[in-house]
């Protein structure tokens, strides 16, 4: 493959990602912010509020600030990072003879051999 076909499937990535970043500073600049934005109160803790949004608890009066739409990141963010770590498990076994061998398996001990630290 020479040089000029390589660049040739190079640049449509580069236009789609030209195009995102104009997409997004255009968004960012038409963006208002409030000059005095607003904070949570001093007393106020996000990660209990979290919880209590979590175990539904907000009806008893124990939740200071509405934690809902912090709560959904965190579901979302959670289920990523399972994927993540299933796609870890599911890329770190391998096939033997037609069946799947863990990676750790092999790792941790002999796998049965003779000659092996078992005696």
Same mark, same amino acid.
Request: charged share 20%.
């Given at each position: 493959m020479s040089n000029d076909e390589s660049r040739g499937s190079k640049i449509a990535p580069a236009i789609a990602v030209g195009a995102l970043f104009a997409v997004l500073a255009a968004t960012v600049n038409a963006a208002a912010? $409030?000059?005095? *934005? *607003?904070?949570?109160?001093? $007393?106020a803790s996000v990660v209990h509020n979290i919880?209590?949004?979590?175990?539904? %608890?907000? =009806?008893? $009066? !124990?939740a200071t600030i509405g934690a809902e739409g912090f709560l959904a990141a965190f579901l979302i963010a959670a289920v990523a990072l399972d994927v993540a770590v $299933?796609? *870890? !498990?599911? %890329?770190?076994?391998?096939?033997?003879?037609?069946?799947? !061998?863990? *990676? !750790? &398996?092999?790792? %941790? =001990?002999? &796998?049965g051999r003779d000659g092996g630290e078992r005696r």
């Open positions: 912010f $409030d000059a005095e *934005a *607003a904070g949570f109160p001093a $007393d919880g209590y949004s979590l175990f539904n %608890l907000g =009806t008893y $009066d !124990v $299933d796609g *870890a !498990v599911y %890329l770190a076994k391998r096939e033997e003879d037609g069946s799947i !061998v863990s *990676a !750790v &398996g092999q790792v %941790l =001990t002999d &796998g």
